[in-house]
């Protein structure tokens, strides 16, 4: 891809633009708008400093995507589903799943928050 289209799409991605309308001001097809902001986030995600969650932390899985139809929440079809640990009053870290039960919870949860820390949770059962 040009640097010049590049650099237009980095605009694009700065000013919040969707992916969609960047590639029609562009003139670049949707899905290679896309793949560049994908890779974008990428590139931004992994030169973030890795960090702890000490003290209360909130931790909760949510569904994000897909159309609103048929069943909604946990389950849902089309569905991406995100598990998310907040500190309460400071940083949060969000990671997709591939499922929400505690095999795949309990080692982000161990992994990313010190011991001694409160852990808040809707106790769903797995």
Do not use: C
């Not at 048929?70 to 991406?80: D, E, I, Q, S, W």
Request: charge should be positive.
């Amino acid at each position: 891809m040009p640097v010049q289209t590049q650099q237009k799409l980095l605009e694009h991605f700065v000013a919040g633009t969707t992916a969609r309308a960047a590639a029609l001001l562009v003139g670049v097809h949707a899905n290679t708008a896309k793949r560049f902001d994908e890779r974008l986030r990428q590139l931004i995600a992994s030169k973030q400093e890795s960090y702890l969650l000490a003290g209360e932390i909130e931790a909760d899985e949510s569904y994000f995507g897909g159309v609103r139809k048929g069943r909604r929440g946990r389950g849902a079809a089309g569905k991406v589903p995100v598990f998310g640990l907040l500190k309460r009053g400071g940083k949060v870290y969000t990671a997709i799943i591939p499922e929400a039960k505690a095999s795949t919870l309990i080692p982000i949860i161990r992994e990313k928050v010190l011991p001694d820390s409160i852990v808040y949770t809707d106790s769903f059962q797995v």
